[in-house]
């Protein structure tokens, strides 16, 4: 069983993560895990803090000897440059659509403070320290996984007649994570827009992996569909308000012959279909074609012109507490939802094909392989 806990105030001494299950011999490179840190970073629509306080490395203090994983548990730590948090003033003003209000009620504080640093969006840098482990392990298994913004503010990007690696290398050299270089000129004037009035902007992200085996997942019990544990863990990313497998919220709309992915046969291909629509997934099981997954983000609670609030001590109207914030944080919510499926994925790829080392995984694998290659 592949699990993490992070730990970690937005403004604390640092982040923490501890990774349980990495079989041994995964070898860690530590320049792809502080690439795909500093990816969380960038976007168009970030604000100016990502490239002086927030500039993140991550440490390993556990479970890694020369290089590879050795089995045990991993400790990861993740510094705050921006580590002030006892000098931080008390907040008593809520900011609609955040955690503020709801957190200070449940936990019977009257400085907010104590909700807000962790309920940030700053406690993703452990996840995706933990996430960036997590693709190296797939990598070893030929899996892949990335992102691309779909839409941001109601503007539609269309890349359909893209390959996967045309939209992933679009999406890479893109300062939206956007595959489409019309409609990201579009969103470019709609951030600026935004911003200049003092508000936020929300969007959608595709996760597609490539790679995937058949059979991960199962269809026998609720908790062990995958499609449904992959939904749940992208939907608890912060600010995430819908999830989608495949084509997702259209499928109520659209005729079984419409939407169903027929399946065929082929000399060499074995058993495939030609379309997509399911997402990669049949009863809670990968069906072995790529897996397409969209996240739905809501415009950042924190407006640089802020909504009206109650002071929860005086119960006298004010303008909400503005902390740090951006315009847009879609493009790196993109990186985060890559780094939370790429867990999930590598926990399912462990419970399907077991092993105390890598070595011992591949060769499940590899038996699994042939198995449906004659089937």
Request: with cysteine; proline share 4%.
């Amino acid at each position: 069983m592949l699990r993490y806990l992070t730990s970690g105030e937005s403004h604390g001494p640092s982040l923490t993560a501890i990774l349980e299950g990495l079989p041994a011999g995964v070898r860690i490179d530590s320049a792809a895990i502080d690439h795909e840190m500093k990816r969380r970073q960038l976007g168009y629509g970030r604000g100016a803090r990502m490239t002086s306080i927030e500039t993140d490395r991550v440490v390993f203090l556990g479970g890694v000897r020369s290089g590879r994983t050795i089995g045990s548990p991993l400790t990861l730590e993740v510094k705050n440059k921006d580590a002030s948090i006892d000098r931080l003033p008390k907040v008593t003003r809520p900011r609609p659509g955040h955690a503020d209000l709801t957190g200070a009620l449940k936990y019977g504080t009257h400085d907010i403070r104590d909700i807000l640093e962790r309920a940030s969006a700053r406690e993703t840098a452990a996840r995706v320290a933990v996430g960036a482990v997590a693709k190296l392990f797939l990598k070893e298994f030929g899996i892949e996984i990335f992102s691309h913004v779909v839409s941001m503010g109601g503007v539609e990007a269309h890349p359909e007649k893209l390959t996967w690696d045309q939209v992933r290398k679009r999406a890479e050299a893109s300062v939206l994570r956007c595959a489409d270089s019309a409609v990201e000129k579009k969103i470019i004037a709609l951030v600026d827009k935004a911003k200049k009035a003092g508000d936020t902007v929300g969007g959608a992200v595709e996760v597609v992996a490539l790679g995937v085996p058949v059979g991960l997942g199962s269809h026998v019990q609720y908790d062990r569909k995958l499609d449904a544990r992959l939904a749940g863990a992208l939907m608890s990313i912060q600010a995430i308000k819908a999830v989608e497998v495949g084509a997702g919220a259209r499928v109520s709309g659209m005729l079984g012959s419409e939407m169903h992915d027929q399946i065929y046969h082929s000399p060499g291909k074995g058993f495939h279909r030609k379309t997509s629509r399911s997402g990669g997934f049949e009863g809670g099981m990968t069906t072995g074609e790529p897996v397409q997954i969209r996240i739905h983000m809501k415009p950042l609670s924190t407006l640089l012109r802020p909504l009206e609030s109650v002071d929860i001590e005086t119960k006298k109207p004010f303008r909400a507490t503005v902390e740090r914030s951006d315009v847009s944080a879609v493009p790196s919510a993109g990186v985060v939802a890559e780094a939370v499926a790429a867990f999930e994925l590598a926990g399912a790829m462990i419970e399907k094909f077991g092993g105390d080392s890598v070595a011992e995984t591949k060769r499940n694998w590899k038996g699994y392989l042939k198995q449906v290659e004659k089937f």
